[in-house]
Structure formats: C-alpha cells, structure tokens
Antibody, heavy 125, light 109 residues
Framework: QVHLVESGGGVVQPGRSLRLSCAAS????????MYWVRQAPGKGLEWVAV????????FYADSVKGRFTISKDNSKNTVYLQMNSLRAEDTAVYYC??????????????????WGQGTLVTASS | EIVLTQSPATLSLSPGERATLSCRAS??????LAWYQQRPGQAPRLLIY???NRATGIPARFSGSGSGTDFTLTISSLEPEDFAVYYC???????????FGQGTKLQIK
C-alpha cells in the first residue's frame, strides 16, 4: 500500500528557509519520479517541482525557480523540498505526490497517482 | 502557457442525480488530461487520466471524455461522498510544466 508522509512544515519569517521531507513506503521508491504540489489557504492546486527517478532531472514552476530545490534520497525513500527566501505568497499546504500513470519519460509522468496528506507552511512575520 | 478553465465554478445537485463538469483548455492538449477529487480536509485523489481512463479503485460511476480542448467529467449517480471539489490537470510535454484548472465545487442542493 502506497504511503506518503510529509513533515517539516511550520511558521517561518519571510526571507528565511525551511526544508520539507516526504517519507515514502509501499512501493519501489527508486523507480518513481516524485512531485511537490501546494495549495494556498482556500485556493486551488499549484504544481511546485518534479524530480526524476534517479534525481538527474529536476523541473520547477516559475514561481519558485531559483528559490526552491527538490532532491531525492533513494537509500532513505525520501524526497525533500528545500525552500529558501520564503515569501508570504508561499504560504500553503505542501503535498508530495508520486507520478505513476500515463506516458512517462525518466519516470517524469504526466499525472499524480498518490498523494500525501500535506504539511502546512506559513511564511509570516 | 496552457490555461485550463473549469465550469461551472459551483454545481448544486442532489444525491442520485447526474453531474457533468467541464474543463476547457486554451489550446489543444490532445487526450493528456486528468481529473482529481478533493474532499474537505483531504488530499486530492486521481480519478481519471488520459481523459478517459479510470484510476485504480475508482468507481464506475465516474467517467471522463473529450479530446483537444473540451473535456467532461461525468458522475452518473451522485453518492453523498462525491460532494467535493474537482480539478482538471494537464502537463506540457517537455520541459514538463503542470497546470490545474481552478476547480469546480460540487455541493449538495
């Protein structure tokens, strides 16, 4: 059974940094691409970042490019999101998700087939 | 950038009724479109991918159709647990960029 558990959220001042983690279980983590998707309070979904199965390819939304870094440790079955220079508009629930269906390239898939329950990040002074 | 526009913003129906939700793309996305359900306080759940394929474990009352720019999610007979927010989603080919529609809230009438 696929299980994704996010951690690391909290309240942080604008301009500071935070690192999110997502622990995966129930599947062969090393062959899947992983994603971060966020949702501001009361708003819709926004894709943040994706990493290929081996970590060799990473892509970001324009809104976080240059500030956020996604990484993947296949020995720990964990994907991370390093968030620097946080802004008030980064306040959101951050979900990690797995990509496992559709036509995939380097396990970078078009859709998100399993999601964690999310962790709340609040950037506020 | 492809923009996905969902309609209506809110849909009020009763259990047992048929629900029809729309997603329109600003340019053709072929059949590369997914639908997600998000219940209050929960993470999204994949319902449909590649426009018409049901994800694992999704009941047969959920169906998707369409191609090009116009897509539809149909729920044939609403169950109480189906009242939620629904999002459509697309990924551009390469480099991958993922976009979501703004969502349709399906509420009990």
């Amino acid at each position: 059974q696929v299980h994704l558990v996010e951690s690391g959220g909290g309240v942080v001042q604008p301009g500071r940094s935070l690192r999110l983690s997502c622990a995966a279980s129930g599947f062969i983590f090393s062959v899947y691409g992983m994603y971060w998707v966020r949702q501001a309070p009361g708003k819709g979904l926004e894709w943040v970042a994706v990493i290929s199965y081996d970590g060799s390819e990473k892509f970001y939304a324009d809104s976080v490019k240059g500030r956020f870094t996604i990484s993947k440790d296949n020995s720990k079955n964990t994907v991370y999101l390093q968030m620097n220079s946080l802004r008030a508009e980064d306040t959101a629930v951050y979900y990690c998700a797995r990509g496992g269906v559709g036509y995939c390239t380097n396990a970078v898939c078009p859709y998100f087939d399993f999601w964690g329950q999310g962790t709340l990040v609040t950037a506020s002074s | 950038e492809i923009v996905l526009t969902q309609s209506p913003a809110t849909l009020s129906l009763s259990p047992g009724e048929r629900a029809t939700l729309s997603c329109r793309a600003s340019q053709s996305v072929s059949s590369y479109l997914a639908w997600y359900q998000q219940r209050p306080g929960q993470a999204p759940r994949l319902l449909i991918y590649d426009a018409s394929n049901r994800a694992t474990g999704i009941p047969a009352r959920f169906s998707g159709s369409g191609s090009g720019t116009d897509f539809t999610l149909t729920i044939s007979s609403l169950e109480p647990e189906d009242f939620a927010v629904y999002y459509c989603q697309h990924r551009t080919n390469w480099p991958p960029m993922y976009t979501f529609g703004q969502g349709t809230k399906l509420q009990i009438k």
